[in-house]
């Protein structure tokens, strides 16, 4: 007999459901993956496909043989961290190394939790991560990218754009004249980066992909424009300070990671505050500590540790940021 479960009202009946929402997440997703494909060809084609294909391996392994319980595959969740693991990876990542992520992002981030719904973090950052600081060559690999802005045959490698004015300002160079040398374009920002990982090829596209997971009501946009609004008045403050040696707000918000990590990855249901205030609070937090690592770290980029930082503050904003009741408690005393 199926267990009965009571729970208090009030009771919604809608028609989404986990793989719905996760199926949304993917077509959010295809035109990143889409305008990857045109720059990268298959090398972003096979890290997408081994993401995929290994975190729901991963997942239905442990599922069916180590927690013998109900595999839940079906539900579009491995699919979708596998995905977002391959998008936030270099374009010539080997398979191994993507292969290594999942299991880390699955076995170790996910199930030991206790699947999808219990984990603390997110996997897919969890799993980038680990593989940054395990792999730091293979993960600081840059293709980059032909495109309307570049021409040329052969695709070739260097440094992010992040990564070249934090090397360039700790030689001495000042800012417009890291820009003037490298031909930073605002275009470039825009349609094409000088080089980064997969998913983050094209701010337009995930502008895209944003706008139709707002459109179908899978994530509310509070997240997502305070971690923008937050890096844009802080890079804008330092930048009127000192314009030699920091940057604005245009070259950090459509450079690196930003985009990607505040539309797909500070969103996630399970890692996210629930209420709005917690949600304000999250992301302002995620901003700023982007901000910060960006500016006086040693990493040239800040958002995949920005998240799970504030991911570690989520059970507290949900405890002290609870959501306004229903009703109102009358005594009858």
Known sequence: MARLLVSGAPHLHVKENTHSLMRDVLIALAPSLLVSIYFFGFSAIKLVLVGVISCVLVEYLIQKFILKTKVTINDLSAAVTGCLLALNLPPSSPWWLVAIGAIVAIG?????????????????????????????????????????????????????????????????????????????????????????????????????????LLI??????????????????????????????????????????????????????????????????YAFGIGVITVLIRYFGAYPEGVSFAILIMNMAVPLLNKYCKPKRYAKEVNHG
């Open 216 to 281: 179908r009501r899978v994530i509310r946009p509070h997240i997502t424009l305070v971690i923008v609004g937050t890096i844009a008045l802080m890079t804008w403050i330092f930048n009127m300070i000192n314009p030699d040696i920091y940057t604005g707000p245009l070259f950090n918000i459509f450079t690196g990671g930003v985009l990607l990590g505040a539309i797909f990855m500070a969103t996630d249901y399970v890692t996210s505050p629930m209420s709005v205030k917690g949600m304000v609070i």
């Open 108 to 212: 170790i981030v996910k199930m030991t939790f206790g699947g999808l719904g219990q984990n603390i973090f997110n996997p897919a950052l969890v799993g980038r991560v680990f593989l940054l600081i395990s792999f730091p060559t293979l993960m600081t690999d840059w293709t980059i990218p032909e495109s309307w802005f570049r021409t040329g045959v052969d695709a070739f490698t260097g440094a992010t754009p992040l990564a070249i004015t934090k090397e360039g300002l700790a030689a001495g160079l000042t800012l417009p004249e890291i820009f003037a040398a490298n031909e930073f374009t605002f275009k470039e920002m825009i349609f094409v980066k000088i080089g980064g990982s997969v998913g983050e090829v094209s701010a337009l596209a995930l502008i895209l992909g944003f706008v139709y």
